[in-house]
């Protein structure tokens, strides 16, 4: 299957701060990506799904403004944890969809966010 | 809104075969089921999908029984690397306006 990254695999901070992820998409040019977050012991849930070119669609809930995410090419799309919280601490997983007809989806290892 | 159920737990001892029911008694006639798993602290894996027919792959079985309302992930012979959460997805296959949602899955360990 196609391969999808993330850097970094972890990082720490310190609350204030803004942290950056990226999601590329190794070997294919993927249109659509999705960014999802994960707290322990839960199920993956969706923030927002981001279109090359365009803005992203936030789920209800996300803040656009505290989850900047540009995607800016056809491989990669970076996450933007600005002003980091305690709370916003958990595991980032992007996916990215490849063109049709079969619209796959594969996700990256994902990244985990500790906020001090 | 779920389109599946799952248990939520299940345990199984090595080299046996493990199988983990899923109910999808909305779906439609035009979407597939799918199947991930995810390990701990990594991001989730494709498994297998079909539509109506049983399918194998190098990692698992599918069976999805006539009607479609419910599926079976087999697998053949469980080792302590499948220990997962594994994931039932219902979605249509083509089109460009699917979005991915995922339930709770089934927690597997796999005991020795």
């Known amino acids: 299957g196609a391969v999808v990254s993330q850097h970094p695999s972890r990082v720490i901070c310190k609350s204030g701060t803004s942290v950056k992820i990226e999601c590329r998409s190794l070997?294919?040019?993927?249109?659509?990506m999705f960014w999802y977050r994960q707290f322990p012991k839960k199920s993956l849930m969706l923030m927002a799904t981001s279109n090359e070119g365009s803005k992203a669609t936030y789920e209800q809930g996300v803040e656009k403004d505290k989850f900047l995410i540009n995607h800016a090419s056809l491989t990669l799309s970076t996450l933007t944890v600005t002003s980091a919280h305690p709370e916003d601490s958990s595991f980032y997983i992007c996916s990215a969809r490849t063109t049709s007809p079969y619209n796959e989806q594969f996700f990256g290892p994902g990244t985990r966010l500790t906020v001090l | 809104d779920a389109k599946t159920t799952q248990p939520p737990s299940m345990d199984c001892a090595e080299g046996r075969a493990a199988n983990l029911p899923c109910n999808h008694s909305t779906i439609s006639g035009n979407e597939y089921v799918y199947w991930y798993r995810q390990i701990h602290s990594q991001g989730p894996q494709y498994i297998i999908h079909?539509?109506?027919n049983n399918e194998t792959n190098e990692m698992a079985s599918l069976i999805i029984t006539e009607d479609r309302k419910s599926s079976t992930l087999i697998l053949p012979h469980a080792t302590l690397r499948d220990t997962a959460v594994y994931y039932c997805?219902?979605?249509?296959?083509?089109?460009?306006?699917?979005?991915?949602?995922f339930g709770r899955g089934t927690s597997l360990i796999v005991h020795p």
């Open positions: 079909g539509l109506k």
């Open positions: 070997d294919f040019q993927a249109t659509t």
């Open positions: 997805i219902v979605r249509v296959q083509s089109g460009g306006s699917y979005i991915p949602t």
